[in-house]
Antibody, heavy 117, light 110 residues
Framework: EVQLVESGGGLVQPGGSLRLSCAASGFTFSSYWMHWVRQAPGKGLVWVSRINTDGSTTYADSVKGRFTISRDNAKNTLYLQMNSLRAEDTAVYYC???????????WGQGTMVTVSS | QSALTQPASVSGSPGQSITISCTGTSSDVGSYNLVSWYQQHPGKAPKVMIYEVSKRPSGVSNRFSGSKSGNTASLTISGLQAEDEADYYCCSYAGSSTWVFGGGTKLTVL
């Protein structure tokens, strides 16, 4: 079964750091681009970041310079290192895989990040 | 990277058809046939319903269809059913390996 499982969310103070993980299974992880998408409570989906198969990365302007996406193909795991966290980063963070097109066909269950003092 | 514009809410009765619009710019929706639509039920992860403007993934009902004209994409749901009640999001490739979502539309089945 194709599956993505996020972990690492929690409560962190403003200015703090957190690293999210996304464990992939059921497909050849190294062959796929991977993305992070977030959703603030009661709000819409927002694209956060992408990493392609050779490790090149792109970011939304709102997180550029603060977040770093990475992957470990040997561990079939995607990461999101989040630094200098702000209250507005509070959200459920989903990892997602695009299929043959640019659409996101596989999603994890999400992990909640709360930034608050 | 401004969000695509969707109506906040739409509603329809069972059996009716509804259309949700998604307006972007010439830099995203207007430039690429890479618009996708997602259905999200409360507390659940999104599910892709349409990709590449009008293609349906295997397993998605043919009651769902997509189209695009200029900078505006649309999702049409025909023969509304109670289980269609959910939030719907459009998403477009925006160039330079970035993506942008719409603000979301809450569909109520009356």
């Amino acid at each position: 079964e194709v599956q993505l499982v996020e972990s690492g969310g929690g409560l962190v103070q403003p200015g703090g750091s957190l690293r999210l993980s996304c464990a992939a299974s059921g497909f050849t992880f190294s062959s796929y681009w991977m993305h992070w998408v977030r959703q603030a409570p009661g709000k819409g989906l927002v694209w956060v970041s992408r990493i392609n198969t050779d490790g090149s990365t792109t970011y939304a302007d709102s997180v550029k310079g603060r977040f770093t996406i990475s992957r470990d193909n040997a561990k079939n795991t995607l990461y999101l290192q989040m630094n200098s966290l702000r209250a507005e980063d509070t959200a459920v963070y989903y990892c997602t895989r695009p299929g043959g097109s640019y659409a996101f066909d596989i999603w994890g269950q999400g992990t909640m990040v709360t930034v608050s003092s | 990277q401004s969000a695509l514009t969707q109506p906040a809410s739409v509603s329809g009765s069972p059996g009716q058809s509804i259309t949700i619009s998604c307006t972007g710019t010439s830099s995203d929706v207007g430039s690429y046939n890479l618009v996708s639509w997602y259905q999200q039920h409360p507390g659940k992860a999104p599910k892709v319903m349409i990709y590449e403007v009008s293609k349906r993934p295997s397993g998605v009902s043919n009651r769902f269809s997509g189209s695009k004209s200029g900078n505006t994409a649309s999702l049409t749901i025909s023969g509304l059913q109670a289980e269609d009640e959910a939030d719907y999001y459009c998403c477009s490739y925006a160039g330079s390996s970035t993506w942008v979502f719409g603000g979301g539309t809450k569909l109520t089945v009356l």
